[in-house]
């Protein structure tokens, strides 16, 4: 039997308090990956004041008045996508779901969210990173429809990451 599904609605993260539940599901998602020896994020570097330096746009799937799942949308991403920049793409960084709401579509609703986004900004691509480690994460993007593209070694943070297009 499949997860139950819930229906999400996807905002945008306005206020400061919206930020700061942005931060906690970060938080918790990066706690659980954590605890199942996957190092996804610094901690630190999950604080609110942090994630959104430079303002990118943030959004939440939300259910029952609750965040679901987290992204933030950029026009570039240098450390990932060195030398993409020819066709025009949205970047999704910071994705984590909440873990009540593990599997249960979420992410997903959000990633669709940032798929129509990218399509009304005329974009060619969505693009994402995530660890190279971790392949139940990297089945659900293939599944959703992402293509592998290759991976992006980042030696001075000890990364490397599997990168996913979708072309839209």
């Known amino acids: 039997m499949s997860a139950p599904m819930y229906d999400y609605t996807i905002v945008p993260v306005l206020t400061e308090e919206d930020r700061k539940e942005y931060s906690r599901v970060l938080h918790n998602a990066n706690l659980r990956m954590e605890k199942k020896g996957i190092h996804q994020w610094k901690d630190d570097l999950l604080e609110p004041d942090?994630?959104?330096?430079?303002?990118?746009?943030?959004?939440?799937?939300?259910?029952?008045?609750?965040?679901?799942?987290?992204?933030?949308?950029?026009?570039?991403?240098?450390?990932?996508?060195?030398?993409?920049?020819?066709?025009?793409?949205?970047?999704?960084h910071k994705l984590a779901c909440r873990e009540e709401y593990a599997g249960k579509g979420a992410a997903q609703a959000l990633l669709w969210f940032c798929v129509e986004k990218a399509r009304e900004e005329g974009k060619c691509f969505l693009r994402l990173a995530c660890r190279a480690a971790q392949p139940k994460l990297r089945a659900v993007y293939e599944k959703m429809g992402f293509s592998y593209a290759g991976v992006a070694d980042v030696p001075s943070?000890?990364?490397?990451?599997?990168?996913?297009?979708?072309?839209?």
């Open 157 to 168: 943070l000890g990364l490397i990451d599997a990168l996913y297009e979708m072309r839209l």
């Open 50 to 92: 942090i994630v959104f330096a430079g303002d990118p746009p943030g959004f939440m799937a939300m259910h029952e008045g609750k965040a679901a799942a987290v992204c933030y949308l950029t026009d570039t991403d240098p450390l990932f996508w060195r030398g993409d920049e020819a066709e025009p793409a949205l970047y999704v």
